[in-house]
């Protein structure tokens, strides 16, 4: 009898253990590093793009050349929604067309915050930074001919916050020179 009651015991101790295991930082869940690719007009650039923004919790910096995709600007505006604070960073000179200009009326419209950039020849970054630990770039304007028509590449690396930090520091360098739209 002695043995079974042992036995029984040293089960106990171990189920009310079992949670300190999922619990103590020795043994929590580590998001690791992973890089994704995808390419257009295919529609994979285009899904990482969106599946980057949907991503956010707490933040979204990105930089633009061509900025008119209406998938980006919804995104965008769902995220705002859900409590993400996003500010965007586009050329001046290659938003003047209508579609830009409407694109950009409408991230007005939602109280995003929205600079333009004319110190250089071509702002030509197109990179999408979340949460201070995601970047997503590539070749991908934020364009409907860039998702439909053009080859465009997209590279999104995850959980690398030492890459993302890289990226927020020529962020705000961009921001910094920027002008409120």
Same mark, same amino acid.
């Given at each position: 009898? *002695?043995?079974?009651? +042992?036995?029984?015991? /040293? /089960?106990?101790?171990?189920?009310? &253990?079992?949670?300190?295991?999922?619990? +103590?930082? @020795?043994?929590?869940?580590?998001?690791?590093?992973?890089?994704? !690719?995808?390419?257009?007009? $295919?529609?994979?650039?285009?899904?990482?793009?969106?599946?980057?923004?949907?991503?956010?919790?707490? @933040?979204?910096?990105?930089?633009?050349? @061509?900025?008119? %995709?209406?998938?980006?600007?919804?995104?965008?505006?769902?995220?705002?929604?859900?409590?993400?604070?996003?500010?965007?960073?586009?050329?001046?000179?290659?938003?003047? #067309?209508?579609? *830009?200009?409407? &694109?950009?009326?409408?991230? #007005?419209?939602?109280?995003?915050? /929205?600079?333009? !950039?004319?110190?250089?020849?071509?702002?030509? %970054?197109? !990179?999408?930074?979340?949460?201070?630990? +995601? !970047?997503?770039?590539?070749?991908?304007?934020? *364009?409907?001919?860039?998702?439909?028509?053009?080859?465009?590449?997209?590279?999104?690396?995850?959980?690398?916050?030492?890459? &993302? &930090? =890289?990226?927020? $520091?020529?962020? =705000?360098?961009?921001? #910094?020179?920027?002008?409120?739209?």
């Amino acid at each position: 009898m *002695s043995g079974k009651k +042992t036995i029984v015991t /040293l /089960l106990r101790v171990s189920l009310l &253990a079992c949670p300190l295991l999922f619990t +103590t930082p @020795s043994f929590a869940m580590i998001d690791t590093p992973s890089v994704k !690719v995808g390419f257009s007009p $295919e529609g994979s650039a285009s899904a990482l793009v969106l599946d980057t923004i949907n991503s956010a919790e707490s @933040s979204i910096r990105m930089m633009a050349y @061509s900025f008119t %995709d209406p998938d980006v600007m919804h995104a965008l505006a769902k995220a705002k929604k859900r409590g993400v604070d996003v500010r965007i960073v586009v050329d001046d000179k290659g938003n003047t #067309n209508r579609a *830009s200009q409407e &694109a950009m009326k409408y991230i #007005n419209l939602l109280d995003i915050p /929205l600079r333009t !950039v004319d110190a250089f020849p071509i702002h030509h %970054d197109k !990179v999408i930074i979340v949460d201070g630990n +995601t !970047v997503e770039t590539g070749s991908y304007n934020f *364009s409907r001919a860039a998702a439909r028509k053009n080859s465009e590449n997209v590279v999104v690396l995850k959980n690398m916050p030492d890459v &993302a &930090a =890289q990226y927020l $520091e020529h962020w =705000q360098d961009r921001w #910094n020179k920027g002008t409120d739209w």
